[in-house]
């Protein structure tokens, strides 16, 4: 059930989710699960995770025990997951949308997101960055087009809800809506204001594709003040004029040029 006082965007097939969600990326060791209750305490109802943030069991732990506490219903809560590079063979897709879905303890994601377009070759299942005796990532040679095949099925079999894809660039965007039978719903990218993507957002919107925007805030570094943005002049008046703290004015700003951001916190 949607919260009518809260925004949310709609799918080109029709589903809906909250235009802000919770990022929980390097969030680990209990941090992780304790932020996605404040978080669905706090009203949110859109949390992004992935194979490879390695805490999927956290958040599925923390959504559950709301489940259990009655403060949500699963129908309420928006989850999205993604692909691992090192599962693109075919073969490999529909194991590791089981795997996430058994790190969750939950029947179905809401949206799985193939991770990048590369692929890597499979070492085992925790060997996420595979590499070479010189140390460099070994690469395989798996078709991102292959790899999505095998997603569509996943959509056909209730194991996901929704498809879509993160880091995807104009060209590989355009490849794959040329050779798809279901059509991504979303794009994942990083997006700030030192780094806009503003040409591929409004690709993205000529696909009728919503553009998630990871690292909102860049990577913070209050002691070197940076992302510059953050310490500037012109923000900072905004902030003022409105009530608001500088992170706040940039998320509005990202939401504006038509991006979810998904901004990193494991405090209240």
């Given at each position: 059930m949607v919260n009518p006082d809260?925004?949310?965007?709609?799918?080109?097939?029709?589903?809906?989710?909250?235009?802000?969600?919770?990022?929980?990326?390097?969030?680990?060791?209990?941090?992780?699960?304790?932020?996605?209750?404040?978080?669905?305490?706090?009203?949110?109802?859109?949390?992004?995770?992935?194979?490879?943030?390695?805490?999927?069991?956290?958040?599925?732990?923390?959504?559950?025990?709301?489940?259990a506490e009655g403060v949500?219903?699963?129908?309420?809560?928006?989850?999205?997951?993604?692909?691992?590079?090192?599962?693109?063979?075919?073969?490999?897709?529909?194991?590791?949308?089981?795997?996430?879905?058994?790190?969750?303890?939950?029947?179905?994601?809401?949206?799985?997101l193939m991770h990048w377009p590369y692929s890597y070759i499979h070492r085992g299942d925790d060997v996420l960055m595979p590499t070479n005796a010189k140390g460099e990532v070994e690469l395989s040679d798996v078709d991102y087009l292959d790899t999505w095949r095998e997603m569509e099925k996943l959509q056909e079999k209730g194991l996901v809800k929704n498809i879509g894809v993160s880091n995807f660039n104009s060209e590989q965007l355009a490849r794959l809506m040329a050779n798809c039978k279901i059509k991504p719903i979303h794009n994942q990218i990083e997006c700030h204001p030192a780094l806009n993507q503003k040409p591929l957002i409004e690709l993205c919107k000529k696909y009728d594709i919503v553009v998630t925007a990871y690292c909102p805030l860049g990577r913070p570094d209050p002691a070197k003040k940076l992302?510059?943005?953050?310490?500037?002049?012109?923000?900072?008046?905004?902030?003022?004029?409105?009530?608001?703290?500088?992170?706040?004015?940039?998320?509005?700003?990202?939401?504006?040029?038509?991006?979810?951001p998904i901004p990193k916190s494991v405090n209240k």
């Open positions: 809260v925004p949310y965007v709609t799918h080109n097939n029709g589903s809906k989710m909250q235009t802000i969600g919770l990022g929980t990326y390097t969030s680990l060791g209990g941090d992780c699960e304790r932020a996605v209750r404040d978080a669905i305490d706090a009203g949110y109802r859109h949390i992004d995770t992935a194979y490879f943030y390695e805490n999927e069991h956290e958040v599925g732990k923390a959504v559950k025990d709301k489940i949500i219903k699963r129908e309420d809560i928006f989850i999205v997951s993604k692909l691992w590079c090192h599962f693109h063979e075919p073969e490999r897709v529909e194991y590791a949308c089981r795997k996430t879905l058994a790190n969750f303890g939950l029947d179905f994601i809401d949206l799985y992302p510059v943005y953050l310490f500037d002049g012109k923000v900072k008046e905004i902030g003022d004029k409105y009530n608001k703290t500088p992170a706040q004015v940039v998320l509005r700003y990202l939401i504006e040029i038509g991006t979810v």
